[in-house]
């Protein structure tokens, strides 16, 4: 049921991102709109596709994500936030991410954590990007209008997801050896927050397109 809900709920994000993509202007949140179409595409098409040992889903998976961390980087960088100038460390951050993501697919495939590996580097990465997004908020005294910050939504969305998932993902096969039926309903977390990822999403891209309507 969860599952359902949680790609019913994709499917419609990513509807409204692409309906409002031409009204987009912040070049990196078009960009995410791309992003997830082609991850929802690629979803569906996984389900049809011989996978037995679920190679080919955890090689996409290390391919992926690093491209998903580098547009959000670039998204928040692009945004002019104070705590951004250091732009060498964020672009090594992406290199690194991808270089790692590249090992696991290279050396790392049979192993069953190969893109679970890179999918928790990634989220503690974010995590980094979308503190240091609110600590230049508080240190700028910045008012935030929610029905006008289309980043806020996505930088609010990105803390719950990983933070959550850093949990119920990132250690989802070392409980799973020790109590796979804790590890199963602790799982039923990571549709709960992508679900409210993708709404945060649905909700930044109305903005974004609402604020380009009203100039």
């Known amino acids: 049921m969860l599952s359902d809900l949680t790609t019913l709920v994709m499917v419609i994000t990513v509807t409204i991102g692409l309906l409002y993509h031409s009204s987009i202007k912040i070049k990196f949140l078009r960009w995410l709109t791309i992003y ?9 098409a996984l389900e049809y ?28 960088r692009e945004a002019g936030t104070n705590l951004f100038i250091k732009k060498k460390f964020f672009t090594f ?34 995590l980094g990007v979308v503190l240091l997004y609110f600590w230049d908020i508080l240190r700028s005294d910045q008012i935030i209008i929610l029905g006008k910050d289309p980043l806020f939504w996505i930088a609010t969305a990105l803390l719950f997801f990983y933070t959550g998932n850093l949990f119920a993902t990132g250690f989802y096969h070392i409980l799973y050896s020790r109590s796979p039926d804790l590890a199963k309903k602790l799982y039923y977390l990571n549709y709960i927050l992508n679900i409210l990822r993708y709404i945060m999403y649905s909700i930044a891209f109305a903005i974004a397109a609402r604020n380009q309507d009203e100039r």
């Open 49 to 76: 596709i011989p996978d037995p040992d679920a190679k080919l889903t955890k090689a996409l998976y290390c391919l992926m994500i690093p491209l998903e961390y580098a547009i959000y980087v670039k998204l928040y």
């Open 93 to 126: 951050s992406i290199v690194v991410l991808a270089l790692f993501g590249v090992y696991q697919l290279v050396f790392n495939l049979n192993q069953r954590t190969a893109a679970t590996d890179v999918f928790t580097a990634m989220g503690v990465l974010t």
């Open 36 to 44: 997830l179409a082609v991850s929802c595409l690629s979803e569906f």
